[in-house]
């Protein structure tokens, strides 16, 4: 699942006319990187939540088909935040494991990897696989702390920063309503209290794109790539 419902207030008014996950770096939107690397790891059927502008999503990408994956959509009549958003998709993502990627960071994460992460969580434990990232300058208290072992706790250090991209059990969601909104870090920090989550520390490329300076600066980076 790929979480394109958020309204980027920190990127207007880049965000007024345009989705965040339509933003363009390197020549193409954010969230067609995403679609691009999962469908290089094996996915091939996505499912992408949208609120603000969503019909731009939909015109742009349709059903998939011309990035070599089939795409579900799950609209949202208000942003339901990143849990109530999952909780409102569960209908289209089964009862399996799935990885869950926020829309608008850029990162280099070996999702094949992810998905053999995803293969192993169960209904009891774990129902979490988490990637943590190095604290970003905008971020530097972090936010869990991974031990030797892949465990994760929410009180530990040295803390870490979560990438938004994870993998997840649907067990973990069962217990809230449809279509309430719901923030995602109660539900991991009640799940780490009880020794369910565990995870990585991705060393690779990431950035979270909030910002347009953020933007224009990982376009300057990877035009210099090319």
Known sequence: MILAAGRGERMRPLTDHTPKPLLEAGGKPLIVWHIERLREAGFTELVINHAHLGHRLETVLGDG?????RIAWSPERSALETAGGIRH??????DAPFVVVNGDVFCDADFAA???AAASLHAKSPLAHLLLVDN???HPGGDFHLDGAGRIDADGTPRLTFSGIGAYHPALFA???DDTPAKLAPLLRAAMAADQVRGEHHRGRWIDVGTPARLAGLDRELARQD
């Open 65 to 69: 088909s011309a990035f070599g994956v």
């Open 114 to 116: 992810l998905r053999a």
């Open 175 to 177: 217990g809230l309503a």
């Open 89 to 94: 998709a569960l209908a289209l993502l089964g």
């Open 136 to 138: 970003p300058d905008h």
